[in-house]
């Protein structure tokens, strides 16, 4: 689907769900990690990049105070009170609370809107670990902005829409969604530094493409594991700031320190810090090493990665080990792992960019042969961060 059939799409269903067709278009785009698995809450570094797979709003305003937020992705619809007193959260449509939690907080803020309409449409695929909640709060931020007359920083807009999904919808996420859907650029990775909120674009080399393969095994984060995670880095901190005053994060931890001090902790933290160090570090190679195209490193930190993963963070999956030994063994490979927080979801690969199409078709067979699920695998650039459509 191009954007002209894209936008004929919403607006024929626009219009035959509100009546009228919209005259207000917002985009965010998904994200994927290239380097750093749960960096981002230890307050450490990510190699990050938006992706050209995107969340679309189409909207009009309306001259009442309500706003009825609907999507072609999921059913239901949720209608709210721009100026109650409190914006609740809608128990019968979960996904509208990610709209309704970024119209919250903005209120908070003193950002006034008016009521309207939206149609929400996402090409990224949902709970994936591509970041489609992000990119529906970065869209609802565009839109409130839109609405209102006013706008922010982009920073704070990523901070603003992260504690939307933490305090409303309820999830625990860091800032690298938020961030890299709201400060992406075209053409370039991200080197973020998620404690001051900073970051440097970093180059793709052009012969080298980034491929996601989604294992479609879906992610089951329901449960504690996330939680326990983030539990567990904080008590390594509070453990490791014992020895070492000043540490507040595993940020602040070097690799030779937590080695001095790794038999002072209880397992399975000690793992989970290891994990958070090393990757920590390895954003930092693959930053240097990828816009150099230095392959032996890029396959050297990619596999140190998804070791990690596996064997410290735990949080792999037998479809996850089924993928990475597919990519590992597709044409063109130059290096291969995890994404987004594990458990299932996609994963990523670096590919010579003229092997891509040969890549893909070992990848789908071999991955398909082993599991019996027939995966998605697309390669994907880096696209712009959320703004209006263009
Ligand atoms: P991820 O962000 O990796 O895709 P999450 O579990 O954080 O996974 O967020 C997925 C949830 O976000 C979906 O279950 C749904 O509630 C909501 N969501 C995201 N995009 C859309 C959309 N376009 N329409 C409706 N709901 C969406
Ligand atoms: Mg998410």
């Not at 071999?366 to 390669?379: L, Q, V």
């Amino acid at each position: 689907m191009n954007q002209d059939e894209r936008r004929a799409l919403l607006t024929q269903a626009f219009v035959q769900r509100f009546g009228q067709p919209p005259s207000i278009w917002v985009r965010a785009p998904g994200r994927v990690d290239l380097m750093g698995s749960h960096t981002d809450y230890n307050l450490g570094y990510v190699l990050t990049l938006p992706v050209d797979r995107d969340t679309w709003m189409a909207a009009r305003p309306r001259t009442d105070r309500i706003a009825c937020v609907q999507s072609l992705n999921a059913a239901g619809s949720s209608c709210f009170d721009v100026e109650a007193e409190v914006i609740a959260r809608d128990e019968a449509v979960p996904w509208a609370n990610y709209v309704r939690g970024v119209a919250a907080v903005f209120r908070t803020e003193g950002r006034p809107f008016t009521g309207f309409d939206s149609l929400a449409h996402s090409t990224i695929p949902l709970s994936s670990g591509l970041s489609s909640s992000a990119a529906l709060e970065a869209a609802t931020a565009m839109l409130l902005q839109a609405l209102g007359g006013w706008q922010d920083e982009p920073v704070r807009l990523a901070l603003l829409c992260q504690r939307a999904e933490n305090r409303f919808v309820g999830v625990n996420c860091g800032i690298l969604d938020q961030y890299t859907s709201i400060l992406g650029q075209a053409g370039c990775a991200l080197l973020l530094d998620c404690r001051d909120l900073t970051s440097r674009p970093v180059t793709v080399p052009a012969d080298i493409q980034v491929v996601i393969c989604d294992t479609r095994a879906k992610r089951e984060l329901t449960g504690s594991e996330y939680g326990d995670r983030r539990a567990q880095c904080e008590e390594g901190a509070r453990l490791l700031a014992r020895f070492y005053p000043g540490v507040i994060a595993l940020r602040d931890v070097s690799l030779a320190q937590f080695e001095a001090h790794q038999a002072d902790l209880p397992e399975p933290v000690a793992r989970r810090c290891r994990f958070i160090i090393e990757e920590n570090e390895r954003v930092l190679r693959l930053a240097e090493a990828l816009p150099r195209g230095d392959r032996a490193a890029i396959r050297a930190v990619t596999a140190a990665s998804y070791a990690g993963a596996r064997d410290l963070y735990e949080i792999a999956s037998p479809e996850m080990e089924a993928m990475l030994e597919a990519m590992q063994a597709g044409t063109g490979v130059i290096g291969a792992r995890q994404a987004g927080a594990g458990f299932g979801g996609c994963m990523v690969a670096f590919v010579e960019a003229g092997a891509t199409q040969a890549f893909e078709a070992d990848v789908r067979r071999s991955y398909a042969a082993a599991t019996g699920i027939e995966p998605e695998i697309y390669p994907v650039r880096a696209a712009a961060g959320a703004g209006e459509c263009a």
